[in-house]
């Protein structure tokens, strides 16, 4: 009788992993460096499966106060696939969401598992990415850079738009990234960040009241990085892919907006850019 072949077991996910997570991206065609990797583990509970002490598989949980959490850099290796190991990281998951509400990207290749785990469509990311061309950028004196003293109101900004509790998530993208503002009667009212991330450069979250204000914030970042690769991550409803299209960030793929859980969780028209596709 042939022995049954033992299945990798899934402890917590520490930073010492993170190199192997790097392979297990790359082999993906995800672009994140280790830092990349860093930023996400240092919010989230992580969770990683080892088959005789090798990763073959990561995913995530990202908590946003108790309201939401996000499921994220999901992968299992071609070794172990079919084997039910992604269906054993998703209990697990669930089970660290707990009584949130939990939001997630979708590939083409976890949707149908998503599906049938109770999680619904709900939207759609549109990724757009590229070499920026040259454009004539204007002046806009309404944009301003932000400094460390601007960080509570970016953070009070963030709750009113997103409606999530993402101080963890700031605090990180705070201390790599650069801020653009623009303020009404000195309060802030729309900010757009810009960070190192995979093959360049990153724009997002970018919020603000409307399409025309973002486009103002993203613009400025993309003036400051002509001949630089960069991506942005948008919702398709925002109207920007055709937009970015003329800078040179074509559209390159996305993934589905997916849901479960006990809360309504609106995607707000306010949010013009995610973070990364992997926390929102």
């Known amino acids: 009788m042939q022995a049954t072949q033992k299945l990798p077991s899934i402890v917590r996910f520490e930073k010492t992993h993170i190199p192997s997570g790097v392979i297990l991206s790359q082999a993906e065609s995800w672009p994140h460096r280790p830092e990349d990797w860093a930023l996400i583990q240092n919010i989230s509970d992580g969770l990683v499966a080892l088959d005789n002490d090798e990763v073959v598989g990561t995913a995530f949980c990202t908590p946003f106060g108790d309201k939401l959490a996000t499921l994220n850099m999901i992968i ?23 009584a949130r509400t939990i939001r997630l990207i979708a590939t083409e290749a976890g949707y149908p598992l998503y599906l049938k785990m109770g999680f619904e469509e709900t939207g759609r990311i549109l990724q757009q990415q ?10 806009n004196a309404a944009i301003e850079s932000a400094g460390t003293d601007d960080h509570e109101a970016i953070l009070a900004l963030d709750a009113a738009k997103s409606g999530l509790d993402r101080h963890a998530l700031w605090q990180e993208l705070f201390q790599v990234s650069t801020l653009k503002v623009i303020r009404d009667q000195g309060a802030i009212v729309a900010v757009a960040a810009c960070r190192d ?43 920007l892919g055709a937009w970015l299209e003329s800078f040179g960030l074509t559209h390159a793929g996305g993934g589905r907006i997916m ?13 013009f850019a995610l973070a990364s596709q992997a926390v929102g």
């Open 76 to 98: 299992v290796a071609d070794s172990q696939r079919g084997r039910g190991l992604g269906t054993r990281f998703m209990d697990r998951l669930i089970e660290l969401a707990g």
């Open 130 to 139: 590229g070499v920026v061309q040259a454009f004539e950028a204007g002046t």
């Open 197 to 239: 991330f995979g093959r360049g450069k990153v724009v997002g979250p970018v919020l603000a009241d409307d399409a025309a204000t973002a486009r103002q914030l993203i613009a400025a970042h993309l003036a400051e990085n002509i001949d630089t690769f960069v991506r942005i991550d948008v919702p398709a409803e925002s109207g």
């Open 259 to 271: 849901m479960r859980g006990p809360q309504v969780i609106l995607e707000t028209p306010g949010v």
